[in-house]
Structures are given as structure tokens and as C-alpha cells.
């Protein structure tokens, strides 16, 4: 079973930084894409960015500039930082793993794609 872990959320002013980070552990052969997404109330879970295993980024416009996100593929880690935060950057933030791993069953291992999101942690933005 492989689990993923956020860290990192809390409160900040307006035009603060903050630094989440996110670990994926388990029976992991290879994380193909790691991302971040968002929810805030009343809304729908939206991308925040994202990060292929070749180190290709993906960024809304809302976020492009102020956001970064890196990994580190020795440790299945990604992280993202947040800079020049907006009240409307309030939301619980998630990590999402696109990963390839080994399953053990009666009959042997099984090496299968799955995706897995970590329970999300809090950023709030406000004075």
C-alpha cells in the first residue's frame, strides 16, 4: 500500500510565502507525474501545478509566476512553493501521485498504474 503525506499548510498574510511539502511511500517502482490541487469552500478541486518524472511543469495562469513545484525522485518527495500569496489562494491543498507499483497477491507480484492523493493540508491567507 503506498500512502501520501502533505506538510507544510498554515496561515500567512497577504504577500507571504509558504512551502508545502508532499512524500509518497510504499511499494513504488517509478512516480510518473506529482501534483498539487486545491480546494477552497463552495468550489471545485482545482490544479495548482504539476511535475512529470523528466522535471515538465504545468501551471494555471492563476498561480504562474508566484507558484513553484520540484521534486526529488530519490525520495518520491515534491514540493511547492508559494509566493506572494493572495486571500484567494485560501484552500486545502492536496498531492496527487501518478505512480506504477508492486502489488503482492496469492499468485505473486503485479506491477500496476494508480493514482494516489494525500488527505490535504490547510493554507489560509489572510491579515
Known amino acids: 500500500q503506498v500512502q501520501v503525506v502533505e506538510s507544510g499548510g498554515g496561515l500567512v498574510q497577504p504577500g507571504g510565502s509558504l512551502r508545502l511539502s508532499c512524500e509518497a511511500s510504499?511499494?513504488?517502482?517509478?512516480?510518473?507525474?506529482m501534483g498539487w490541487y486545491r480546494q477552497a469552500p463552495g468550489k471545485e478541486r482545482e490544479l495548482v501545478a504539476s511535475i512529470t518524472l523528466a522535471g515538465n511543469t504545468n501551471y494555471p495562469d492563476s498561480v504562474k509566476g508566484r507558484f513553484t513545484i520540484s521534486r526529488d525522485n530519490a525520495k518520491n518527495m515534491v514540493f511547492l512553493q508559494m509566493n506572494s500569496l493572495k486571500p484567494e489562494d485560501t484552500a486545502v491543498y492536496y498531492c496527487k501521485a501518478d505512480l506504477r507499483e508492486r502489488v503482492y497477491g496469492t499468485y505473486g507480484a503485479n506491477d500496476l498504474n494508480k493514482q494516489y492523493w494525500g488527505q490535504g493540508t490547510q493554507v489560509t491567507v489572510s491579515s
Open positions: 510504499g511499494n513504488i517502482i517509478s512516480i510518473q507525474t
